[in-house]
């Protein structure tokens, strides 16, 4: 099939299923007000997704098209259901009033979906940082004859991962016969086009809500909030442009440049000499990754000085780099998450009697459950953030209705909504927590590494400047009343962090003595005794007085914006929540998540704060995103005169630093040799004789492979990444991060073992142990082991052969 073809088939079944699941958005979600259309797509692939794997796992489906259409049918009869409930003819009426609405979102998902289809076809390669990893998995589930999918690189093993994203492209795949190879690139464009919707469907929903008159300038405005999710950068983009102008350099007398503004940035490269002429385009422009800076601008140091680099990327760099892995994958499912909370906020699925101990209908609940809970099986970090934005939204919404107004009753919804919803998650997932292995170990205070101002700046500022904007604007129409008391509320959470990090600290190193977590705060930072850590840490925290300053004003002001609305529900019981205060409160919680690294991270196998930074960051832009399209939109309706051009110079400038990183980047991935045609297939970088030994093994009977060992992110395991039948072993260092370390890292030795000796009987021992039927002899296992291939030859029938790679079956016993 053509990419043409497989495209195309591939747009009109998420397009048939988002038109299926149409009376259970309508159901669910009657508080939006488009219904819940923009999440159409997410929302199906998810539950038919969920109804497959669930039943798969229990071996009532296959993995085939029979058990895919199975699952098929069930949504199909969930949806029956959902229309059999709602009066005749009501949806028909509500679609046809509704037009204008359903084409500019399929408009918006067309625009996106053709943009990173076009994009992925000109830089298709799956080659490079995690993409091999991420399409192992397809494949593997692709291969799978059932659930839970084996791992590709660990034969023997099930999947320990949360791979729910990578098995709705699977599934989609396997329905329409296409190849892993494609659906990857297939998969990243409808990613990114789901995202586009919903984004645009979110913030219509906030818009409508806010000013119900203006539904139409509603639908223009909207726009923004895809473009300032999935296109726009961070302001780095523009500093690359500054540095290849040579802007603030200084020549001295005897030749040599220096500047003082490029040091105190302190952004790793951007602090070296420029040494080319100056141009308009950024260092290395179209012969090296000159974006990646973008995405590891936060620059931490050790406890000696050296340099730590963490990663702060956001969606445009993820779409830039081409990875389709679970952070970039749940960012549709996010948003239908956080349209469930804004449904709830609204007044979505409330009773009068409780069940469960929350004024929510049991549908609205199980919606809630199986989107937080399938939030963890595609992207872990998700579920505690977006339980969170729930409850948060049920408690607002009971501050505003209910006779009780105590706060103490509104932390009583909150926790119960969390409980509720996490803990019902887990149970609907059940299956994947049990067989689930992670690699953290505990929490561990950050002492040494507060954020500088001038890279939070960096990262944040084109979200951050419409965001305070906004939000001091709804000050104002509140008289700043209570801001300086909100402020100070600020510096005194900031503070109760600090000496608890402190506490925390104390506790590890004198109480957990001697335990691996107590000897980690001092042996893993470097530190030679406490008290020497803890002066480093106050000297630290004093010179990036930008960092802590800067949370502190957001924490305030947000703060005190959210509980502004609980002060006046005291006034005016029973009333409807204020528009804003659930944008609030997505405002809140992306503050929330860039102060907690601040403090405390996740201790894992990097023993950084490298991947909290990471995880914590990315949900903050998504969520700063929405607030940011939805302020500026209301900025442009509300603000007059004088404020009001200031405000849009502003705006205009930042937003435009923004977007300089897409404007260079997209074009960078996009440029292509003229002679290279435009493709989807992933594979055709690989070697010709390479690619027709995976051609021959994808038609083979399924069994254990074996291939040369090496290191991650390297060519190696590509036999098993591009078949998905499980390999021996594949990447070590990630088999370690998926399983906390306990891994049979002897089959490394075994494996050379195999290629290097003479000895038939120690080879055939090894064969029987991991049970191999395919031997892989090919140029990397040439060049990494003395291949003995006598032994082979002598008694293994030749099943494939080529110039450079040939395939030993061993027979079946």
Do not use: C
């Not at 994009?119 to 593997?140: C, G, Q, W, Y």
């Amino acid at each position: 099939m053509s990419d043409v073809l497989n495209a195309l088939s591939w747009y009109v079944l998420l397009a048939a299923l988002s038109w299926l699941a149409l009376p259970l958005a309508y159901r669910l979600l009657p508080a939006l007000p488009e219904r819940g259309y923009a999440f159409l797509r997410p929302l199906a692939l998810l539950l038919w997704g969920y109804a497959f794997w669930l039943l798969s796992s229990f071996g009532l489906l296959a993995n085939n098209a029979a058990g895919l259409l199975t699952a098929l049918v069930l949504l199909a009869g969930l949806s029956v259901w959902a229309l059999r409930s709602l009066p005749a003819g009501q949806l028909g009426a509500w679609l046809r009033g509704q037009r204008s609405q359903i084409l500019a979102t399929e408009l918006v998902f067309a625009l996106a979906f053709l943009f990173m289809l076009w994009l992925r076809a000109s830089n298709p390669d799956i080659v490079n940082t995690e993409k091999p990893m991420e399409l192992a998995f397809i494949n593997a589930i692709l291969q799978s004859p059932g659930m839970p999918p084996h791992d590709p690189w660990l034969s023997g093993y099930a999947i320990s991962y949360y791979y729910f994203g990578y098995l709705m492209i699977a599934m989609l795949a396997k329905l329409l016969g296409i190849s892993g190879v494609v659906a990857f690139n297939l998969g990243l464009a409808s990613v990114f086009a789901m995202a586009a919707a919903a984004a645009y469907g979110l913030v219509f929903n906030l818009l409508a809500a806010y000013r119900p008159a203006l539904v139409r300038t509603a639908r223009w405005l909207a726009g923004l909030a895809p473009l300032l999710m999935l296109v726009m950068g961070n302001a780095e983009g523009l500093l690359e442009i500054m540095h290849a102008r040579h802007w603030f350099w200084q020549t001295d007398a005897a030749g040599e440049r220096s500047s003082a503004v490029w040091t105190w940035l302190d952004v790793k490269e951007l602090v070296n000499r420029p040494t080319s002429e100056p141009r308009w385009q950024p260092r290395g422009f179209d012969s090296y990754w000159w974006w990646w800076r973008a995405s590891r601008v936060i620059n931490d140091r050790t406890f000696e000085g050296g340099e730590q680099e963490l990663i702060d990327e956001f969606p445009a760099f993820s779409f830039v780099l081409g990875d389709l892995h679970p952070h970039v994958l749940s960012i549709p499912f996010v948003l239908l998450a956080v349209g469930a909370a804004h449904n709830v906020y609204l007044g979505g699925g409330e009773r009068k009697r409780p069940w469960l101990g929350l004024q929510l209908e049991p549908s609205t609940l199980a919606l809630a459950a199986l989107v937080i809970g399938a939030l963890a099986f595609v992207n872990i970090w998700d579920l505690p953030i977006y339980a969170i934005v729930f409850a948060g939204a049920y408690a607002l919404r009971r501050a505003a209705r209910a006779q009780d107004t105590h706060w103490r009753a509104r932390v009583d919804d909150f926790v119960r909504a969390v409980l509720t919803v996490g803990v019902g998650g887990v149970l609907l997932f059940l299956p994947f927590f049990i067989g689930f292995t992670s690699q953290a170990g505990g929490f561990l205070p950050n002492l040494i590494n507060p954020t500088r101002g001038t890279h939070f700046w960096i990262m944040f500022a084109p979200l951050l400047v419409p965001v305070l904007l906004w939000a001091l604007w709804q000050w104002k129409q509140r008289g700043f009343s209570g801001l300086a008391k909100a402020l100070m509320y600020g510096l005194g959470f900031v503070l109760a962090l600090w000496l608890g990090s402190l506490a925390l600290s104390w506790i590890y190193a004198q109480l957990l003595a001697g335990t691996p977590l107590g000897g980690a705060i001092l042996s893993g930072i470097g530190a030679p005794d406490l008290s020497t850590l803890l002066a480093e840490s106050l000297r630290r925290r004093v010179a990036a007085a930008g960092g802590w300053l800067t949370l502190i004003m957001l924490l305030g002001v947000l703060g005190g914006l959210l509980a502004k609305p609980h002060a006046e529900a005291k006034a005016k019981p029973q009333s409807q929540p204020t528009a804003g205060g659930f944008v609030v409160l997505l405002a809140l919680v992306a503050a929330l998540l860039v102060t907690a690294p601040e403090f405390i991270y996740l201790r894992d196998q990097f023993g950084t704060r490298m991947n909290t930074v990471f995880k914590f960051y990315y949900q903050a832009w998504l969520l700063w995103s929405v607030v940011a399209a939805f302020g500026i939109s209301v900025l442009m309706l509300e603000l007059r005169g004088a404020v009001r051009a200031a405000a849009a110079a502003l705006l205009v400038l930042v937003l435009g630093a923004g977007f300089v990183y897409p404007v260079y980047g997209f074009a960078d991935i996009a440029s292509r040799p003229p002679e290279r045609a435009l493709t989807l297939d992933g594979s055709l970088y690989l070697p010709a004789d390479a690619r027709d030994a995976i051609a021959w093994l994808h038609g083979a009977e399924p069994g254990v492979l074996v291939e040369a060992v090496g290191g991650s992110y390297s060519a190696y395991a590509r036999y098993a990444t591009f078949t998905g039948l499980p390999g021996v072993m594949g990447w070590p260092g990630h088999e370690g991060q998926w399983r906390g370390g306990q891994v049979d890292y002897d089959r490394i030795g075994a494996i050379e073992t195999l290629y290097a000796t003479g000895d038939w009987v120690t080879a055939s021992e090894i064969l029987q142990r991991y049970n191999i039927r395919y031997i892989i002899v090919g140029d990397l296992e040439r060049m990494s082991y003395p291949v003995n291939e006598g032994k082979f030859q002598a008694r293994l029938p030749i099943v494939f052969q080529n110039s450079s790679v040939t395939i030993y079956a061993v027979p079946s016993r």
